[in-house]
């Protein structure tokens, strides 16, 4: 039985923040303090929120095994580049979240070395930590052999990626297509705004407004793995469901109800 989560902001909490600590959770538009709030009210399980997990908890590998779970082929399931340059790059990283990006990693690869990182006596199933990443993660697919950008990777800890929220559900093909024509004509991706008025569908792009707001349920997915062992739910109303399209993730996540009949007993 979890009797404990353990929240970690996406980044460390910046030295300007401190007069507002009741804020101090936000990192853009993830709001951990709210996530942690909202889950408190569902599960019988104490929650607590901390500063970014590669603050917290590290060690002198770290840096080697994020550059080893590099993804560098969308069809190549071998990963990793462990060159010097490669591995001063996560060290620089891990010391200044803010210069990583556009880099895809083996989320189980991720996940095996944030492991590694906790303490021996945060490591039991009865205490999960969930680690709200700013980093692109992914798992490779036997049935199709190549690798797929996930919102989340379950087990201990549970990864829930904020870029995966807005990368790895299929948005509407228009969105694609106007992105394309946009880059062919300005040389750069297009506005926000361009996007949602000439583009049909509901769709996350990075830093929408109800990013907090989605990711609850992808945490809660983690405790309910952990709790009950079920992965996920087939039921595209609820929560638990694992949304491979943005419409799907606005259905699960944003809209009414919260839950399906069967885990509505549970956490509503």
């Known amino acids: 039985m979890v009797d404990r989560v353990t929240l970690y902001r996406p980044k460390t909490v910046a030295d300007g923040d401190s007069e507002r600590p009741e804020r101090a959770g936000q990192d853009g538009v993830v709001d951990t303090d ?9 599960v019988d399980a ?10 917290v908890h590290r060690n002198d590998d770290l840096p080697e095994r994020f550059a080893a779970a590099r993804i560098t082929s969308p069809y190549d399931r071998e990963t990793g580049n462990t060159m010097l340059g490669t591995i001063r790059y996560e060290e620089r990283a891990l010391e200044n979240p803010e210069r990583a990006g556009g880099v895809l990693y083996d989320g189980v690869a991720v996940q095996r070395a944030l492991n590694s990182a906790l303490p021996d006596g945060e490591r039991g199933l009865e205490r999960l930590h969930v680690p709200i990443l700013d980093r692109a993660i992914g798992t490779w697919g036997d ?3 190549r690798w797929h950008k996930r919102v989340n990777v379950l087990g201990q800890p549970a990864l829930v990626s904020v870029p995966g929220l807005y990368e790895a559900p299929a948005k509407p093909e228009e969105y694609y297509q106007e992105k394309q024509r946009h880059a ?4 750069d991706t297009p506005p926000r705004e361009v996007l949602e008025n000439q583009v049909d569908g509901e769709f996350l792009i990075e830093d929408d407004p109800r990013t907090t707001d ?4 992808y945490v809660l997915q983690a405790y309910h793995y952990l709790e009950t062992g079920e992965a996920f739910c087939e039921r595209e109303e609820c929560r638990l469901y694992n949304a491979h399209y943005h419409e799907d993730l606005i259905r699960a ?9 069967e885990h509505a007993r549970l956490y509503e």
Not at 46 to 55: A, G, K, P, S, W
Request: with cysteine; hydrophobic share 40%; net charge negative.
């Open 34 to 42: 709210e996530i942690a709030d909202w889950l408190a009210g569902r």
């Open 46 to 55: 104490e929650i607590e929120v901390r500063d970014r997990f590669l603050e």
């Open 143 to 145: 049935h199709d052999g």
């Open 184 to 187: 062919l004509l300005s040389g």
């Open 214 to 217: 989605a990711l609850k349920g």
């Open 253 to 261: 996540q944003l809209s009414e109800p919260e839950f399906c009949a």
